[in-house]
Structures are given as C-alpha cells and as structure tokens.
C-alpha cells in the first residue's frame, strides 16, 4: 500500500526514495517547520551561547585567579567594563549574572530540551514530525529574540544584570543598590520571552509524545530518552509560568513602582525566593533528566546491553518528577525561613537522592556483564554517570542542614551545580551530540579528535571543580570579586590559581570540538543509516533522514534495549523489525 | 592556546564594550547642548572675590572610626575627623559660591574645559562640597590603595554607581541638567559624603581652607550670588561688578546655622 | 586541598564537624565504589570480537537492596540532621543568658550594637561600632540580624555560622565562640559591587579584656 | 495510515489515525488542555502571592467597595458569564451543522468579550483619576497585576475568537470539523473561570 507522509509525493520501495521536495530555501533551513531543522537551529543557537558562557566564565577566572591584575589583552573591553584590563566589581557580577543566566537559559536548557526534545522525539516514537510543526517553529524564532535581548544587556548604560541569575530582590530591582537598570529590565524581558518559547515547545513535546506514538509504541516500549524528555517537558509546562509571573512582579517592581518584593510597603523579598525556586528546582531536573534519559540511552547501546531495570528507570524519572516540586525550600536554608519549614525540605531533599541513586546503580548494572564499546558517545555517558556520582554525593552534605549551614554559599556549592550541570548535563550533551551528529548531519564526526577532546576535557574538568569543594570547606564564599580581601582566604589563592589556569585550558579544549564539528559538517566521512547500531526507530532511516521522517509508518515490536537478544545473531535488534512467530517480540522486564 | 582563548574572549567582549562607550559619548555630547546651542559668549573680565567667615566657636566634627580600613587609618596621626564644618582662624571652607540671579536669560556660556576633580583620600572626599557645570566634566579619582565605590543619586540627571578598587584610578562622568543638590557617597565606607551643585553656568567657587574664593570671567552687572554650605545653610547677597573689575563679596556663618 | 574543615572556635563546631565526617565517610565509600565498579566493569567487560553480552534485563531483588540501602541511609542522614539543626537554628532554642547585639547590614558595613554596661539593648549606654563584633569566650551571643538594603548574609567561617540578613525582617542567629582570638566576618550573598569587601573583623576576647574595651568604646561613643 | 493534518477522508475530530492511542482526543484540543495546565501554573503564581502577601499584611487592603466598584465589575462579571453561554451555543450549533447560529453567536461572543474588556478599561482609568495607581501599596500592586494579565488573556482570547469568527464566515467549519470553535472555546471558558476567581478574591473578600 502505498502512502504519501508530508511532502514526500514519490515513494520507491526498496531503501532509496525520490524526493520531490517543493520547498523554498527559506522554508526549508530558516522558517522552517520541520522538527530536525528546528533542532539544529537550537543547536547552533545554544552551541554560541555556550561558548559566549564559556568566554565569561574565563574572565571571571582570570579576575580569581590573578585578582586585580591587567587581564592579557583586556585592554580592548571600555573602561566601564575593565579600565586598563583590570575588571571592574560591577563588571564581575554581571559576568558572574551572565555566566549563569546564559548557561542555564540559553545553553543548557535548549541544548536538552530545544535540541534533542526537537530531534528526537519525532524519530525515536516514529511520528513524521512534532503535532504542531508550525508552533514548534514560532518556539524557535521566539527564542532568537530573547537570546539578542539577552545579550542586548552588555551594551546599555549601567551594565548588565549584576544580581546573580537568581536575581535575588530587593538587590535586582532597585538601581540604586544595583547601578543597573535598563540591564535588569533587558534581563527581565529577556527571560519571559524565553519562557513563552518553552512553553510552546513543551506543550507541543507532550502532545507529540501522547497522540503520535508509532502503533506498537506502548508507554513501556519507549526509550528512556523519550521519557525523560516526556516528564521534562511537563515540568517546563508547569514551572516556566511560575517563573514568568515571578519575573513579570519583578519588572513591575523596577519599572512601574509596585512593591511585591521591596520591603517599604510590605512586600517580601523571600517571596521572590520562593516564586524563584520554586520554578528553579523543577529547573534543576529540566536541566538533567533529559541528560540522564540520553545518556541511559547511549550506555545501553555501549554496553551492548539491555538497560538494567527499565521499569524502575521510568518509576525513577517519574518520581524524580514529582518529589522535584517538593524540595525547593533547600535553596532557602539559610534565608531566614522558619527552620521547622527547614527541616521538612531536609526530608524531601534527602528522599530525591533515592531515584538518583537508582539511576545510578541501574547504569552499572547496564554494563555488568556487558560488552562495552569505547566509542566517543559512551565515552561521554561513562564519563557521566562518574561526574553526576559525584555532583549527587556532594548534594547530601548541602542537604543536611548543619552541615549546609557552613557550606551554604560557598564554592562547594559551585562545585557541586557545576558536577551537575557541567559533568552531568555537558557530558551527556557531548555524548548525545557525538551519538546523533551522524543522523543529524548525515557525517561522523572523527572519532580520534573526539577521543582528544573527551580526555582532556575530562582530566581538566576534574582539575577545575574538584579542588572547588576543597575552597568550599575552607570558607570560600561565592560571587566575591577578590578572595584575597580575607586574611582566611589567602592561603587558599594558589588554589584558586591552579583552577583558572586549568579552567583556560578546559576552555581551549572545547575549541577542539568546536573545530571537529564544524569540520566533519563539511568533511567528515558520509554516514550510514545505523553507524552505532542502535534498536531506535531513528536508525532505520536515512542520514539525515528525509522531510517527514518515516516513509511508511513503522510498526514497532518490542522495548528499545534488546542489544544481544539470543533471537538474532546480530547483538542489536531494531524496534521496528519483525521476527517469526517463534520469536517473542517482547522480552519480559526485570 | 592560552593566549589564543583568551583573545577570542576578549574581541567578543570588546564587541559589547564599543558600544557602551560610545553611548557615553553620546550623553556627554547631549551635556554640552545647552551651552552649543545659542553662539556662547566668551568670557569676560569680571570678577567676584571674597571670604567666608565663621563667627563663634565651630561645632566639633565628628570623629571616624577608620580602624577597619587600616590603609586610610594611616594617612591620619590622630583620630580621623570628618570635615563637616571646617574652620581654620575663624575662616570657613568647603562653601559652594555661585551666581543666583542677575545673568542675562537665554544666554549661554562654555563649558570649561578643565575637570572638576574630586579625589578620595585617606576615605574621605576632596573636596567634601563642589560645584560643577552641566557637561563639564568631573574627575573621580581614587588616591586609596582600597574600593571605593561613588554613588551619586541625582533626581534630574542619571544616577550612577561605579566603583574604583585599585589606587590612582580615574573616571569621568558629567551631569546634564543643572541641579541644586547633588548627594555623593561611598557604600564602602558609610560614612563619606560629599554634594555637589550643578549649574548651568560657569560662575561658581568653592572655599578654600582660608575661606577665599574668585568667581572669574562675570560681564558687567548685579547679581545675587548664594553661598551654600552642606550643613550650615545658605546665605545671598548681591554685588555689582564693574566692566573687567572686581567686587567684592564677604559671608559669615554663626554656629547655629541658618 | 584537604576535605578536613578548619580549625573552628565556637560550640557549633562539634556538631557540624562531627555530622560533615560521617556523610564524608558514606558519601566517600559509596563514590569510591561506584567509580571502582565502573572502571572495573569497564576492563572486565570491554568489547572483544565474537563475543556478545549477557541478554539480561534487570534483577528485582538488586533493585530492591540497593533501593532500600540508599533510603535508608539517607533517612539516618536526615534524621542526625534535624536534631543538631534544631538545635543550632531553633527559634526557641537561644539560651536564656545570651548577650543581645544587633547587626544592621548595609552595603557594605557592618553595624553593630552593643548593650553597654546594663547588658540590655534599647537604653541609653548603648553604642554602635563599624564592622568590629567583640564578643566574650565562652559567652553565648544572640544577635538580632536586620538589613538596611539588600539581602546580606552574615558568615563567620570559623563559628559555622551563616545567617541571612533581609530587609523588612528581624532574623535572630545565636552562638558561643569557645576560642580567645581573632577571626572573620563575611558577607556570603552578593549583595552589590563592594559585595567581597563587606567583611568585619571578630575578636573574642577574654571577659576582662572585653570589659576594658567597651568601657573605652562607651567613652569614647558618649563624647 | 497518514499523520495528523493530512486531508482525507479521516474523521479530524479523532486522534491522528494509526497511531498508538494516546489521549483519546485530537491533537489540538490535547494540546489546549495540556496549554491550560501552562496556565493554571501562571495565574497560580499570581494569586498565590495576593495570597501570601495579603495574609502578612492585611491592613493593606481597603474594604471591598471602598476603592473598587464592585457592582459595575458586577455586571462585567455577569457579562463575561453569559459569554461563556454563548459560546457554548456556538459550539452547540456547529455541532449541528447550523453554520448561521455559529457565525451569530461566535459574533455575540466577540461582542461581549470586547464589552468585558472595554468596562475593564474604562475601571481602570476610573481608578488612577482617583489616584488608585498599581504603586498604591500592595493593594494596588496585586490589583493591577492580577486584573491586568486577566485582561490581557481575555483580549488574546477576543482576537482568536474574531480570527475563528472570520474563518466561520469563510465557512472552514462544519458538524465533521469544528475543532477552532472547540479549542477556543475551551481557553474562552478557562479564561471566564479564572475571573470568577480573581472577581471573587479582589473584590468581594
């Protein structure tokens, strides 16, 4: 039977299709509704974001690692930023605003959500596209502006957002504490428009998830990708909102005189924190659930093996999901909350390490008795599973209140989101970018370069955050411009020394990747259809896979992780491929 | 590699820092309006010269506590005192003199080209009271090896918040619009203060420590000059300058103040 | 680079301390195993030509174990945490003789008020030092924390203590340095550009050498 | 056997065909329901802080009457009501193929949205003549937050229903595909709850 998907009009059986696609350049790469284009346009736009990230996060190093001294060519930065090289307190916490506000909002968010929500789950469910291809679209070109506002705030007078990316009031709505004003307002607008984005794409994600799965693409058949980026987008839905109406009081307060969050006429700066938070721990699991589904994903596919415990992966994502709306108050230890509230979120915060621990235990037990390849991508996930144990395990000392009373504010904590978001979400980002460049791109990236690149990132990474516990267990605060104005600092500053200069070379490694994936976009080998061997229904297709994905609509047959089923002699068994009768299509779980 | 990073950082940063210079640019020139707009006239030879005196015993000043910042604690022997009145042989400085009334309407005159300058050191302002023409510029500079920040919170022109954390640092900023009042301090050290008057033309003076001062390049005419002091208050008086004459013009202020 | 904590000076110090190294142990083990496991699986378990992995999909009872194991400790954590953090930070919990102070934060000093010789704020001996806590060994402190701006976090590394300030909200933190000596005080919540200089210098000292202190700083206040 | 949007012969009013069932509704109308979810989440956000912040201080707040009027946002209250009748005639009569009451009473609803929206307006300028402004205290703060971003729904809501009226007197809608007419009608009526909310706890209470 012959079937017409999209805008394929010819069919021709027997691999190779014929196109007859219509569309303009314009539609095609730019306004384009298709979910795959729309992902690599979140790539490339969340990739300079990164970057630009990165850029800042060197400058904040160099004024920790050498404070006060001439940054080497800083002379070219105008003397509100760095007279003469030497960056100013104001200047540092914008950087400090700006680091977080780009790699948490424009880097890492889109990099999981706007780009592999958008590429995968389409392909991985087996749907032609998302279920709104033209709101995903508007998704995307909403987020373009905001990124511009966003970076519109380094160019205005007074400078850029300096309160932090939490952006604690009353500090971020009054100028005169601040000496930033129309930065802040930019911040503002910048990020409710952000907001708009996401909720348009996650409502979009979960619809696709719920009415388009393939026949045969049970709940329990799909990748934990999928869901993950299923109970991420759900999270997206009911947390973004929760942030927009946060920030839109805080624009208010700034720019229309209303007092929610000022304290002269009764308004509360903890409610800030609250709204904040609460919106900002769901955020915390937006930014790794998706990193934790990719990267079970790519380790099932290493290992050779079927993940370990697929149900209670999903029950953990699940329940990661939920308890995540009940421990926002760990934000809030030290805010002057009432301690018995303090106690409670105690509770709640050591109870999520529960799903997290499984999760992890599950990754082993994935490569138990497997037959792991060392390719690039699971280079990557390993790397990630040792990075995210670490960024859980320092967790429970923040969440034991006594002990966070010390280590509140201080670098441990940075090192620790910095375990989570760069040695979890990053490294499950690189995996995931290395695993699907080929489908995406229809090249490999070269596997040698990215070899380079995932040791020396790895071995500079750890050199940058791990002895960042150890300026935390000293008293290190965060966010101060120059540590060494504390006499109990001083000793430590080597430390901090070592850390920049690991930090530049971290930095410099990443070009390496830069360069290999801009490289192998032109020159890198052609693709097949299934370089890693996968089961998910996107390596069925070609690389890149044509406007409309599927060229008959996949039937699917079983769990996505039936790697070295004793039913066929290959070690991988594709969702979509029908075996005789004789063969169960379903293995049994657990 | 280090070098090759870091100069990527920069040129993107330097990016976003042309553009704020040059918004400063553009207020500075919007500064200097008023005084481009009809042909200036240029200076002449007039002038008013006088003392401000201080009639009584002047009130203490208070003592600062500068035992936390031991840098500025030691450019003083003593106790460090802050200059709130300050009297030597019964002549009072830190007085703004300027004219009130009496110049032509309409009539606009050039912008200086000198800086006013002030100068933090030993954590206190040099001078603690200055006067400033809209669009001159003003000279902040940082004579302590320790942060400073300068917060001036105007109503009519743009407050600013900017900070100076190494020694010998300068930075220029300039107000606009003529302004009465203009408070000036340092969130570092709470207790610096400084005012500056903004004004829409070039005939103003402050007391020195002997109380003298010269309000320079005044036309023939009557005019009311005020003499303001931060805490003492204000007092007017008027005098007639000769064509490329000088008149004189002496204040005294009383303990009690205004 | 040590994981040890600082030499500390107050009564809070046993108690954190004491709770820091026993997560430090568990936390310690569970990272060193997991990561053995992990490169141990790695070589054990490496690709090699005709060879495929175990078709295996999970193991309830594992799941179970390791489930429970995680739950359970972390509850142990939970629960050795509640109590000291009642203890520490309990609205109730300021000891009845404690000396009253308040510190008003401002960008970016530190204000701090003393009773004077009556020992009671609010009456007429009482003095306002800049960024200078004097306290006395071995004498609890109860300092009522207020904000004049924005939120400022009063952070004295050595005590283990860490108390936000907010404007519009009086916050009460106590403590009792157990140590005569000279420590810091941080601002540990950006709190505007002069954030990393908001720091005050906190001398413990001996009861007599306090006395002579505030009897000088009194004078010195009433003149 | 083609995915959602194709134009076939599928019944549009049913899940994409040959999928996996999913939610048992087409994707439009799940998309809005789930959309609303994004919602709630919003307006929780603002009335939880009129909460809190009423809670702490409760002096805060005039007596009901005092400032506002109440029996004008009475009526106006009363009127956005009766839009969600309308507009549940309007969805009645597409489902019975009556294309002309559809175009009547997606007008009518039109009409009185705009009147919802035109009465706020002119409140809203009562109130800051009488210098009632949105820096007046909290008081002023949560009214003009809350009331403003409900007022704001309802005229995105009154520009999608003129959008959808245009396309009924186009005749794009039928008794097989009516799914406009349902999917607006459900913002339409979570718009009019979210009033009866706010109009009960800002001015009544």
Request: with cysteine.
């Amino acid at each position: 039977m012959a079937t017409t998907i999209g805008h394929v009009e010819e069919v021709t059986l027997g691999g190779a299709e014929v196109h007859a696609d219509t569309r303009s350049f314009v539609r095609k790469y730019i306004f384009s509704t298709d979910h795959k284009i729309i992902g690599i346009q979140f790539l490339i736009m969340s990739l300079i974001f990164l970057l630009l990230g990165g850029v800042l996060a060197m400058v904040i190093r160099w004024q920790l690692g050498f404070p006060k001294q001439p940054m080497p060519m800083g002379g070219v930065l105008p003397e509100t930023m760095a007279p003469g090289g030497v960056v100013l307190p104001e200047f540092y916490n914008s950087l400090v605003t700006m680091h977080g506000t780009f790699m948490v909002f424009f880097a890492i968010m889109p990099l999981l959500v706007g780009v592999f929500g958008n590429y995968l789950i389409p392909l991985k469910i087996g749907a032609p596209d998302m279920a709104f291809p033209r709101i995903n679209m508007a998704s995307f070109w909403i987020a373009v502006p905001a990124g511009f506002l966003m970076l519109a705030g380094f160019f205005v007078e007074g400078g850029h957002a300096a309160a932090g990316w939490t952006s604690y009031a009353p500090l971020s709505e009054r100028a005169d504490l601040s000496g930033v004003s129309m930065g802040q307002i930019l911040w503002c607008i910048s990020l409710i428009v952000l907001g708009l984005s996401s909720i348009l794409g996650s409502f979009n994600y979960i619809t696709t998830i719920i009415n388009m799965r393939a026949p045969g693409m049970w709940w329990f058949r799909l990748p934990l990708s999928i869901w993950s980026l299923f109970v991420t987008a759900i999270l997206v839905l009911l947390a973004m909102p929760i942030l927009s109406g946060a920030i839109i009081m805080l624009l208010f307060d700034q720019t229309i005189g209303t007092h929610f969050f000022g304290p002269a006429q009764g308004g509360q700066p903890l409610l800030w924190q609250h709204l904040f938070w609460f919106f900002g721990h769901p955020e915390v699991y937006i930014l790794i659930l998706p990193a934790m589904g990719m990267a079970s994903d790519i380790i099932a596919n290493g290992a050779r093996k079927p993940i370990f415990g697929y149900t209670s992966m999903v029950l953990a994502i699940l329940g990661i999901g939920v308890l995540g709306w009940g421990v926002w108050g760990h934000h809030m230890f030290m805010s002057g909350m009432n301690p018995t509230l303090g106690t409670q979120f105690m509770i709640s915060t050591m109870l999520i390490a529960v799903p997290s621990a499984i999760k992890v235990f599950n990754w082993l037990g994935t490569m138990w008795m497997g037959n792991i390849r060392f390719h690039v991508p699971m280079l990557h996930a390993m790397a990630f599973v040792s990075m995210f144990t670490i960024g859980g395990l320092s967790g429970i000392f923040m969440a034991a209140t006594p002990v966070d009373i010390y280590i509140h504010y201080t670098y441990f904590i940075v090192a620790h989101l910095h375990y989570v978001l760069f040695g979890g979400s990053l490294f499950a980002i690189f995996a995931a970018v290395t695993f699907w460049y080929p489908k995406m791109f229809g090249r490999m990236m070269s596997p040698f370069w990215g070899r380079v690149h995932f040791f020396l990132t790895f071995i500079f990474y750890n050199l940058v955050f791990f002895p960042m516990h150890n300026l935390g267990l000293h008293g290190h605060m965060r966010r101060i411009y120059d540590p060494t104005q504390y006499d109990f600092l001083k000793p430590v500053q080597p430390i901090n020394e070592l850390i920049s200069i690991s930090a530049f070379l971290l930095f410099a490694t990443q070009l390496i990747f830069a360069v290999n994936f801009i490289v192998s976009w032109f020159k890198g080998a052609k693709a097949p259809e299934n370089p890693w061997e996968d089961n998910g229904l996107e390596w069925t297709v070609p690389s890149p896979p044509p406007h409309g994905n599927f060229v008959t609509v996949p039937q699917v047959y079983r769990a996505p992780y039936e790697y070295s089923s004793p039913f066929v002699t290959e070690d991988f068994l594709p969702q979509n491929r029908e075996l005789p009768e004789a063969a169960p299509s379903a293995a049994p779980h657990s | 590699m280090r070098q090759v990073l870091i100069g990527g950082m920069l040129l993107t940063v330097a990016a976003c820092g042309g553009g704020e210079k040059a918004g400063s640019d553009t207020a500075t020139a919007a500064g200097a309006a008023p005084a481009a707009g009809a042909a200036p006239t240029a200076m002449a030879g007039g002038s008013v010269t006088g003392h401000v005196k201080f009639d009584g015993t002047p009130p203490a000043n208070p003592t600062i506590d500068m035992s936390e910042e031991a840098a500025c604690k030691g450019k003083y022997t003593g106790p460090a005192l802050d200059p709130v009145v300050m009297v030597s042989n019964g002549m009072l400085g830190n007085v703004v003199l300027y004219v009130k009334t009496g110049l032509p309407a309409g009539q606009t005159y050039p912008v200086p080209s000198e800086p006013v300058v002030i100068d933090q050191r030993g954590c206190l302002y040099h001078p603690r009271a200055l006067a400033i023409m809209a669009g001159q510029k003003l000279e902040i500079k940082n004579s302590d090896p320790v942060l400073h920040n300068i917060k001036a919170l105007p109503k009519k022109n743009r407050p600013f918040n900017i900070s100076q954390p190494t020694e010998g640092m300068t930075t220029t900023r300039t107000f606009t619009t003529p302004e009465d009042d203009v408070p000036v301090e340092c969130n570092v050290h709470g207790w610096m203060h400084s005012n500056i008057v903004v004004l829409p033309h070039p005939f103003f003076a402050v007391s020195g420590e002997d109380g003298s001062f010269t309000i320079k390049g005044l036309p023939a005419g009557t005019y009311e000059i005020e003499a303001h002091h931060a805490k003492l208050g204000t007092k007017t008086m008027s005098v007639t300058v000769p064509a490329d004459g000088a008149a004189t013009a002496d204040f005294t202020f009383a303990a009690t103040g205004t | 680079m040590s994981w040890l904590l600082p030499h500390g000076a107050s009564t809070f110090v046993g108690e954190i301390d004491w709770l820091y190294y026993l997560i430090l142990w568990i936390t310690g083990i569970a990272f060193v195993l997991v990561q053995v496991l992990l490169v141990w699986f790695m070589i054990r378990y490496r690709a090699r030509p005709g060879r495929k992995a175990t078709y295996y999909h999970g193991n309830t009872r594992f799941e179970i174990i390791w489930t429970t194991v995680t739950a359970v400790v972390v509850v142990i954590i939970g629960v050795l945490s509640a109590g000291r953090w009642n203890r520490i930070k309990g609205r109730d919990k300021v000891p009845a003789n404690a000396t009253p102070l308040v510190v008003h934060a401002k960008q970016f000093e530190w204000l701090v008020t003393y009773p004077g010789a009556d020992g009671a704020l609010g009456s007429a001996d009482d003095f306002q030092v800049r960024s200078q806590l004097h306290l006395v060994v071995g004498q609890p402190v109860s300092v009522l924390l207020t904000s004049e701006d924005a939120i400022h976090s009063f952070f004295i590394p050595a005590f283990r203590i860490k108390q936000d300030a907010v404007p519009g909200m009086n916050i009460r933190v106590w403590f009792q340095p157990t140590e005569v000596g000279e420590y810091e005080l941080g601002c540990a919540e950006l709190c505007g550009l002069g954030h990393y200089r908001m720091r005050a210098t906190v001398t413990v000292h001996s009861r007599e050498d306090f006395d002579r202190w505030a009897r000088d700083r009194a004078a010195r206040a009433a003149n | 056997m083609a995915h959602a949007g194709a134009l076939h012969d599928e019944d549009v009013m049913l899940p994409p065909p040959g999928r996996e069932p999913g939610a048992g509704v087409y994707n439009e109308k799940l998309g809005m329901w789930v959309f609303l979810g994004s919602e709630i989440m919003f307006f929780t956000a603002l009335i939880g802080t009129y909460i809190i912040l009423r809670v702490a201080h409760p002096t805060a707040w005039k007596a009901p009457g005092e400032v506002l009027a109440v029996p004008i946002t009475a009526i106006n209250t009363f009127l956005l009501i009766c839009s969600s009748v309308t507009m549940v005639k309007a969805f009645a009569a597409v489902q019975d193929g009556n294309l002309s009451g559809l175009r009547k009473w997606l007008i009518a609803t039109v009409l009185i949205g705009s009147t919802f929206v035109g009465v706020q307006v002119y409140e809203y300028r009562h109130l800051i003549e009488k210098g009632f402004v949105p820096s007046e205290g909290l008081y002023g703060s949560t009214f003009y937050t809350m009331t403003g971003f409900h007022g704001f729904h309802v005229t995105i809501g009154v520009i999608c229903l003129i959008f959808v009226t245009w396309r009924a007197f186009q005749g794009r809608y039928s008794a097989k595909d009516y799914r406009g007419v349902e999917v607006i009608g459900l913002y339409w009526h979570f718009v009019d709850l979210v009033w009866i909310i706010l109009f009960t706890i800002v001015y009544l209470i």
